[in-house]
């Protein structure tokens, strides 16, 4: 059920627990379409510009990330905050415009830890909630909102609204090196996401927002999407150059020569032209390849022999779609051998008119900083409709990607072989995909993980948890941060 904020206020603090594996938490959808009535807050009045968010509040001086001081010696991943210590200190990097402040930015993954805080569900919001909460705990994405908010002196348009709305979320966050153990009863009252809630509704995104169960993965999409889109409006005017990879600006095709000295046709399909820092952070390319050969009879009329070399296409991806549906797939590298291979094509038409077997395969060629993996849980059957693939796929603590998973170019030689570590977990609790709920599992810092349920929030004993098989919920979206 959705969360009465009237009875969210008069919580005085939330109590952190260690949950249990047989946690279970509450259902926030209504799959008969039935909105549980709510009374939401007034939402705050919208700050004149990013630096008016720093301002002192009330008078008590600094910025609400300054409340505990400047943190020295805070770290996260291993690695020392100076960056957040000079902006406590008053040292705060200082931009020409967005456009300076986008393309000066360097990926980075050292973020403060920030304190844990709810967010209210106003009827079936949970989709997005696991979302936004992912997002703030993603250490690149996170920087990257920070030093925008921090270093440049830019007032609101209606050229960014998601991106704008994102950076006033961040800022309901403090920072707060506390570990959790301590912080049993210190935290801050849950709120409403209601400026992202406002953008969205701008850009006419989920018709009716609240009272329908949406889908996480297609909301992060669309979000991410959305403010990738903004940046690249503000950074193509500067970046006219600026390719991704060889023929991404005229969609051409060349030929590359690869290992054994095969020759293969290659060809950019998707791929923007501008690199954005959230391409930097999420984006990779695959390359899909397409081997067609010819007849015996027929090649043999027009002097060819076997078949044409192979042509191949590089496309962007921001996340990886796994199928899980196979009795193969029962790990998350079970998933990644059936998503590179081949697949056969019977009554393929070639360029000389003829009916024969293809072959398409999908390999990696380039991998992000930040990997997001979606695991395809609803899959369509022709007398059952939309079924929902409940079976528990196991994921690794380290995810190390196999060699065989990527293509013979120079290019992804450069990746093969990569390490993440688990950063988060989305789950999906109930059957069905138009219902049910989503809760979060996220790395806060070094070893403390945390699990989100709306306005609730627990602390885990280890990754452990995270890791083990859940009765009542599947991992439905899985993030990954590269070792470095």
């Known amino acids: 059920m959705a969360l009465n904020w009237a009875a969210v206020a008069k919580v005085q603090a939330l109590n952190m627990k260690v949950i249990a594996a047989a946690h279970t938490p509450g259902s926030c959808a209504d799959v008969t379409g039935n909105v549980p009535a709510t009374t939401e807050p007034t939402p705050k009045p919208k700050p004149s510009s990013w630096a008016a968010l720093l301002k002192p509040v009330n008078g008590t001086g600094g910025s609400p990330a300054s409340k505990s001081g400047p943190m020295s010696g805070s770290r996260t991943n291993g690695h020392f905050d100076t960056f957040y210590d000079n902006c406590s200190a008053g040292k705060q990097p200082t931009f020409k415009s967005l456009e300076d402040a986008l393309e000066s930015w360097q990926l980075n993954f050292s973020a403060p830890p920030v304190q844990p805080r709810g967010l209210v569900n106003t009827g079936n919001m949970c989709f997005m909630n696991v979302v936004l909460q992912a997002l703030l705990y993603c250490a690149p994405f996170y920087n990257l909102l920070w030093s925008v908010k921090a270093g440049v002196a830019f007032s609101f348009k209606a050229t960014t609204p998601l991106l704008e709305a994102l950076i006033q979320y961040v800022h309901e966050f403090k920072h707060d090196r506390t570990p959790l153990a301590h912080m049993l009863t210190d935290l801050v009252e849950p709120f409403v996401p209601e400026n992202v809630y406002e953008a969205l509704r701008k850009k006419n995104v989920f018709q009716t927002l609240r009272g329908q169960q949406e889908d996480a993965q297609e909301f992060m999409s669309y979000l991410v999407d959305g403010i990738n889109e903004e940046m690249s409006t503000i950074l193509s005017a ?87 549906s196979s009795n193969n797939v029962e790990t998350i590298e079970d998933a990644f051998d059936e998503f590179v291979a081949p697949e056969t094509i019977e009554g393929y038409m070639n360029v000389l008119g003829e009916s024969v077997t293809a072959t398409k395969q999908i390999l990696l060629e380039r991998v992000p900083p930040v990997l997001v993996l979606h695991l395809k849980r609803f899959v369509f059957c022709p007398n059952e409709g939309v079924q929902k693939v409940h079976k528990f796929i196991e994921y690794p603590a380290t995810l190390s990607l196999s060699a065989k998973w990527f293509a013979k170019t120079a290019e992804a030689a450069r990746h093969r072989n990569s390490k993440y570590r688990l950063s988060g977990v989305i789950y999906h609790h109930g059957s069905q995909a138009s219902g049910g709920h989503y809760t979060c599992d996220l790395l806060r810092s070094a070893n403390e993980w945390l699990r989100f349920d709306d306005v609730d929030i627990g602390r885990l004993n280890s990754i452990d948890d995270a ?18």
């Not at 890791?467 to 941060?481: G, P, V």
Request: one cysteine or more.
């Open 238 to 324: 500067h970046q006219p150059s600026t390719i991704v990879s060889p023929g991404a600006s005229d969609n051409s095709s060349w030929l590359e020569v690869g290992q054994h000295n095969k020759v293969m046709s290659i060809r950019d399909s998707g791929v923007a032209a501008t690199r954005t820092p959230i391409t930097r952070i999420f984006g990779g390319l695959l390359q899909s390849t397409l081997d067609v050969p010819y007849t015996t009879s027929g090649g043999s009329a027009f002097g060819l022999k076997g078949k044409a070399p192979p042509s191949s296409n590089r496309e962007a991806f921001q996340w990886l779609a796994l199928d899980v």
């Open 467 to 484: 890791l083990a098989e859940k009765k009542d919920r599947t991992a439905y979206i899985l993030f990954y941060t590269i070792c470095h």
